[in-house]
């Protein structure tokens, strides 16, 4: 049964700190996708994978959020320096295809930064 | 400015009754609009797509219809069960865009 996975799953941090949060996307899955949730926004889409290349990082903030992908199964999402108002749950999703019709979620990386 | 919106909050019905939720857009001309389920702590569940060019579509339960006049999607489920409570989000990609805009939700439950 192939699914997204994420690490961690939880992660408590006080502010100013860096955050790493991991992703592995389903194998043979050519796009990867960051959304932060919030109860306030709901569902943003922070960057966007093709190919390991990024396209789209408009929803992130600069100064802080960087997302890469090292290579074709490992996905990362860091901030840094890392504020209160970050505090959300992180989701990686995969999809197969340009543009992919269907996003496969991970079960998300809860952020509280204190 | 683009808009989506999902009629409600919460939605509380009894078994066995049929959910329709509604999915409303403004500036947008989808190509296609998806309809995910999400339950606590975990990540959203992909259901049912519905392209621009279609009035319906049904998979077991569930049933999805799309008004691009009217801008609006309604999910239904029939039949309905404890099991289907969950929130439920809505999602729609733009012609060449590849970026899935959500909706944030609307949390249904069945109560037996």
């Known amino acids: 049964d192939a699914r997204v996975t994420q690490t961690p799953r939880d992660k408590v941090t006080e502010m100013g700190q860096e955050v790493t949060m991991r992703c592995q996307p389903i194998?043979?899955?050519?796009?990867v996708f960051w959304y932060r949730q919030t109860m306030m926004q709901g569902l943003e889409l922070l960057a966007y994978?093709?190919?390991?290349?990024?396209?789209?990082d408009s929803g992130m903030p600069k100064d802080r959020f960087s997302a890469e992908m090292p290579d074709a199964t490992l996905a990362t999402l860091k901030i840094q320096p890392s504020e209160p108002r970050d505090s959300a749950v992180y989701f990686c999703?995969?999809?197969?295809?340009?543009?992919?019709?269907?996003?496969?979620f991970g079960p998300g990386t809860r952020l509280l930064v204190l | 400015s683009q808009k989506i919106e999902q009629n409600s909050e919460a939605l509380n019905i009894q078994e066995g009754k049929t959910a329709t939720l509604t999915c409303n857009y403004t500036?947008?001309?989808?190509?296609?609009l998806q309809w995910y389920r999400q339950d606590p702590g975990r990540g959203p569940v992909f259901l049912l797509l519905?392209?621009?060019?279609?009035k319906e579509k049904r998979k077991e339960r569930l049933k999805v219809t799309f008004d691009t006049t009217l801008k609006q999607s309604l999910f239904h489920i029939t039949a309905s069960q404890p099991a289907d409570s969950a929130t439920y989000l809505c999602?729609?990609?733009?012609?060449?865009?590849?970026?899935?805009?959500f909706g944030k939700g609307t949390l249904l439950t069945v109560n037996p």
């Open positions: 999703a995969s999809g197969l295809g340009d543009p992919s019709e269907t996003q496969y």
């Open positions: 999602a729609l990609r733009g012609g060449s865009n590849y970026k899935l805009t």
């Open positions: 519905i392209r621009e060019n279609e």
């Open positions: 194998l043979g899955h050519n796009t």
């Open positions: 994978f093709r190919n390991r290349a990024p396209l789209d």
């Open positions: 500036n947008y001309s989808p190509a296609y």
